[in-house]
C-alpha cells in the first residue's frame, strides 16, 4: 500500500516541497521528498520516540492529580513549562486565566439501607464536580430510581420531594461510535442533579457513564451555571447500578446514606501554557495544536488529557527532529481548565482577537491516547473538502476516518474567529473504561498509540502549512 498510494494522489496534490530544511542527514526532510517521503519521515520518526510517552510519565508522577485551582494544577504548569524550554522551542511563556477551585475532600462512602434500617451494603461513588458536601454526619433518604428526564416527570414533586433521585440510565452499546454514547448518557450527569433538585429531591445519584461493569465510579462535572443544582450529587460505579436496580425491584423503602466532603474555594490565578516554533515565511500565521492540562483528582489524567498535551508537544518535537523549518509558526498550548469551566480556551480565543492574531487552523488532541483513526473536521464545507483529499496519504498508517464533524471543547472558542478546527479521533473502544475514573493512569497509556497520534498530528500540521486551508 505505501507503494501505491504515493502514485495514486500525486494527481490531486502538489508534491514539490516548500518547506527550508537542514540537510546533510538522510533520516532529515530534505528539498528533494515529497509528501509520501515526510509522511514516511515523520511517522517514523514518532514510532521510534519515546518523547511523548516519557513526558506523560513525569506529568502522571509530578502532578497526577491537577483539577484546576489545585497545588497539582499549578506542578503542572511548571511541568509543562519546562519540558517545552528543554526542547527548544522558540518562545515559551505562561498566559494567565482565573479559573475556578473545587475539591473533592476526604474521601466518599455510601450505602444502601434496608428499609428496617437494618442491612447495610456498601457502595462506590464519586462526588461529581462541583457538588456541595452533605452535612458531617452524611445524608440519608429513601431512594427511588428513574431511568430517563420523562421518568423523572412523571413521579413529579409528589412521588420526588424528599428522596435521593437515582438516574440509572446505561451506556448504549448498540452504538458504534463510543462518543455517541457518551454525548447521550452524560445528559444525566450534567442536568440530572438540577433536574432532580427542581422536584424537590434531597440528593441525587447518578450511574457513571461508561460501558465497563466495574465498581470504579466515574466523575466529571455537573452543570454549574446559574442552574446548577445545590443538592449533593454523586456518580456510582456501574456494578453497584445494578446491583441497586436489581434490590429496587424486590424491595420497597430503600434508603441511601452518602456521606461527602466536597467544597468550594475561592477562584486561582492559573495559566495556559504555550510554546511555539516560528514561521520562516509568515510567523505572524499561526498553526495551534494542544490538548488541556487539567485533570481529574481520581487517578492521573494519562489519557484525558495528559496524552493531549504531551502528544502536541511532540508533534512540535517532531518538526524539530527532522530538521523541518515551518512558512507559519506552529503554537502548542497546553489549556487549563477544559474538565469544569472552559476558561484557558476562552482565555486563548480572546487574547487572539485582541492581539489580532491570525490562527490558520487548530487541531486538539483531547479523546485519549490510542490507536489514532482520523479527524474531526469543524469547518466550512469547501475548507473541509481539501482536507478530505490528503486523506490517501494517511491511509497506509491506519488513518482513514475524515467523515465527522469535531474539533475540541479548548479550540472551540476560536470559532467565533473563523478558524478551521480538527480534533485527532483515536480509537474510541477503551477510551470510556478510563475516562474521569481511578484507572486513568500512565500504566493504562501504550507507547506506540501514543506516538503515533503525535505523529498524525505532525503530518496534518506539515500539510496545513505547506498548502493552507
Same mark, same amino acid.
Given at each position: 500500500?505505501?507503494?501505491?498510494?504515493?502514485?495514486?494522489?500525486?494527481?490531486?496534490?502538489?508534491?514539490?516541497?516548500?518547506?527550508?530544511?537542514?540537510?546533510?542527514? +538522510?533520516?532529515?526532510?530534505?528539498?528533494?521528498?515529497?509528501?509520501?517521503?515526510?509522511?514516511?519521515?515523520?511517522?517514523?520518526?514518532?514510532?521510534?520516540?519515546?518523547?511523548?510517552?516519557?513526558?506523560?510519565?513525569?506529568?502522571?508522577?509530578?502532578?497526577?492529580?491537577?483539577?484546576?485551582?489545585?497545588?497539582?494544577?499549578?506542578?503542572?504548569?511548571?511541568?509543562?513549562?519546562?519540558?517545552?524550554?528543554?526542547?527548544?522551542?522558540?518562545?515559551?511563556?505562561?498566559?494567565?486565566?482565573?479559573?475556578?477551585?473545587?475539591?473533592?475532600?476526604?474521601? +466518599?462512602?455510601?450505602?444502601?439501607?434496608?428499609?428496617?434500617?437494618?442491612?447495610?451494603?456498601?457502595?462506590?461513588?464519586?462526588?461529581?464536580?462541583?457538588?456541595?458536601?452533605?452535612?458531617?454526619?452524611?445524608?440519608?433518604?429513601?431512594?427511588?430510581?428513574?431511568?430517563?428526564?420523562?421518568?423523572?416527570?412523571?413521579?413529579?414533586?409528589?412521588?420526588?420531594?424528599?428522596?435521593?433521585?437515582?438516574?440509572?440510565?446505561?451506556?448504549?452499546?448498540?452504538?458504534?461510535?463510543?462518543?455517541?454514547?457518551?454525548?447521550?448518557?452524560?445528559?444525566?450527569?450534567?442536568?440530572?442533579?438540577?433536574?432532580?433538585?427542581?422536584?424537590?429531591?434531597?440528593?441525587?445519584?447518578?450511574?457513571?457513564?461508561?460501558?465497563?461493569?466495574?465498581?470504579?465510579?466515574?466523575?466529571?462535572?455537573?452543570?454549574?451555571?446559574?442552574?446548577?443544582?445545590?443538592?449533593?450529587?454523586?456518580?456510582?460505579?456501574?456494578?453497584?447500578?445494578?446491583?441497586?436496580?436489581?434490590?429496587?425491584?424486590?424491595?420497597?423503602?430503600?434508603?441511601?446514606?452518602?456521606?461527602?466532603?466536597?467544597?468550594?474555594?475561592?477562584?486561582?490565578?492559573?495559566?495556559?501554557?504555550?510554546?511555539?516554533?516560528?514561521?520562516?515565511?509568515?510567523?505572524?500565521?499561526?498553526?495551534?495544536?494542544?490538548?488541556?492540562?487539567?485533570?481529574?483528582?481520581?487517578?492521573?489524567?494519562?489519557?484525558?488529557?495528559?496524552?493531549?498535551?504531551?502528544?502536541?508537544?511532540?508533534?512540535?518535537?517532531?518538526?524539530?527532529?527532522?530538521?523541518?523549518?515551518?512558512?507559519?509558526?506552529?503554537?502548542?498550548?497546553?489549556?487549563?481548565?477544559?474538565?469544569?469551566?472552559?476558561?484557558?480556551?476562552?482565555?486563548?480565543?480572546?487574547?487572539?482577537?485582541?492581539?489580532?492574531?491570525?490562527?490558520?487552523?487548530?487541531? +486538539?488532541?483531547?479523546?485519549?491516547?490510542?490507536?489514532?483513526?482520523?479527524?474531526?473536521?469543524?469547518?466550512?464545507?469547501?475548507?473541509?473538502?481539501?482536507?478530505?483529499?490528503?486523506?490517501?496519504?494517511?491511509?497506509?498508517?491506519?488513518?482513514?476516518?475524515?467523515?465527522?464533524?469535531?474539533?475540541?471543547?479548548?479550540?472551540?472558542?476560536?470559532?467565533?474567529?473563523?478558524?478551521?478546527?480538527?480534533?485527532?479521533?483515536?480509537?474510541?473502544?477503551?477510551?470510556?473504561?478510563?475516562?474521569?475514573?481511578?484507572?486513568?493512569?500512565?500504566?493504562?497509556?501504550?507507547?506506540?498509540?501514543?506516538?503515533?497520534?503525535?505523529?498524525?498530528?505532525?503530518?496534518?500540521?506539515?500539510?496545513?502549512?505547506?498548502?493552507?486551508?
Amino acid at each position: 500500500m505505501k507503494k501505491i498510494f504515493p502514485l495514486l494522489f500525486t494527481g490531486s496534490i502538489i508534491t514539490s516541497f516548500a518547506f527550508s530544511y537542514t540537510a546533510g542527514d +538522510e533520516n532529515k526532510v530534505s528539498a528533494s521528498d515529497n509528501d509520501s517521503t515526510v509522511f514516511s519521515k515523520i511517522y517514523s520518526e514518532g514510532y521510534s520516540s519515546w518523547g511523548a510517552y516519557n513526558d506523560l510519565k513525569g506529568l502522571c508522577e509530578k502532578a497526577p492529580k491537577r483539577l484546576s485551582g489545585s497545588h497539582g494544577a499549578q506542578v503542572a504548569v511548571e511541568y509543562m513549562q519546562q519540558v517545552m524550554k528543554d526542547l527548544q522551542f522558540d518562545r515559551v511563556w505562561l498566559q494567565p486565566c482565573m479559573v475556578p477551585h473545587w475539591e473533592r475532600g476526604a474521601p +466518599e462512602t455510601a450505602q444502601i439501607i434496608d428499609a428496617n434500617g437494618k442491612t447495610k451494603y456498601n457502595v462506590h461513588i464519586a462526588a461529581l464536580g462541583g457538588s456541595l458536601a452533605t452535612a458531617d454526619n452524611g445524608l440519608t433518604a429513601e431512594i427511588i430510581e428513574v431511568k430517563s428526564f420523562d421518568d423523572l416527570d412523571k413521579l413529579g414533586k409528589k412521588g420526588v420531594e424528599g428522596k435521593i433521585v437515582f438516574f440509572n440510565h446505561p451506556f448504549d452499546d448498540k452504538k458504534i461510535a463510543t462518543f455517541a454514547s457518551y454525548g447521550e448518557a452524560v445528559a444525566y450527569r450534567w442536568q440530572g442533579p438540577p433536574s432532580a433538585e427542581k422536584y424537590g429531591a434531597v440528593g441525587c445519584i447518578v450511574r457513571s457513564v461508561t460501558s465497563s461493569i466495574d465498581t470504579l465510579p466515574h466523575t466529571g462535572v455537573m452543570r454549574s451555571d446559574s442552574l446548577a443544582a445545590k443538592i449533593p450529587s454523586a456518580a456510582i460505579s456501574t456494578k453497584d447500578a445494578q446491583f441497586l436496580h436489581g434490590l429496587l425491584a424486590v424491595e420497597t423503602g430503600l434508603k441511601f446514606h452518602l456521606k461527602m466532603n466536597c467544597k468550594w474555594y475561592a477562584e486561582e490565578k492559573s495559566y495556559n501554557v504555550i510554546g511555539e516554533i516560528l514561521g520562516t515565511e509568515h510567523p505572524e500565521q499561526i498553526i495551534v495544536v494542544g490538548g488541556h492540562l487539567d485533570a481529574w483528582d481520581l487517578g492521573e489524567g494519562a489519557h484525558d488529557d495528559g496524552a493531549g498535551v504531551t502528544g502536541a508537544v511532540e508533534a512540535v518535537r517532531i518538526f524539530k527532529a527532522l530538521g523541518i523549518h515551518p512558512k507559519h509558526t506552529i503554537r502548542c498550548v497546553c489549556f487549563m481548565n477544559e474538565e469544569n469551566g472552559g476558561r484557558g480556551g476562552k482565555a486563548y480565543a480572546d487574547s487572539a482577537s485582541l492581539k489580532k492574531e491570525k490562527q490558520i487552523a487548530a487541531i +486538539e488532541s483531547d479523546a485519549g491516547g490510542f490507536t489514532p483513526r482520523g479527524f474531526g473536521l469543524d469547518m466550512n464545507a469547501d475548507v473541509k473538502k481539501k482536507v478530505q483529499v490528503w486523506a490517501p496519504l494517511f491511509l497506509p498508517y491506519g488513518i482513514y476516518d475524515f467523515s465527522h464533524d469535531g474539533g475540541g471543547a479548548d479550540i472551540g472558542p476560536l470559532k467565533t474567529l473563523n478558524v478551521p478546527m480538527l480534533g485527532l479521533e483515536p480509537d474510541g473502544s477503551r477510551y470510556f473504561d478510563h475516562h474521569h475514573a481511578s484507572n486513568d493512569t500512565f500504566s493504562n497509556v501504550n507507547r506506540r498509540e501514543l506516538q503515533s497520534g503525535a505523529a498524525s498530528m505532525a503530518a496534518m500540521i506539515y500539510l496545513i502549512d505547506k498548502y493552507g486551508l
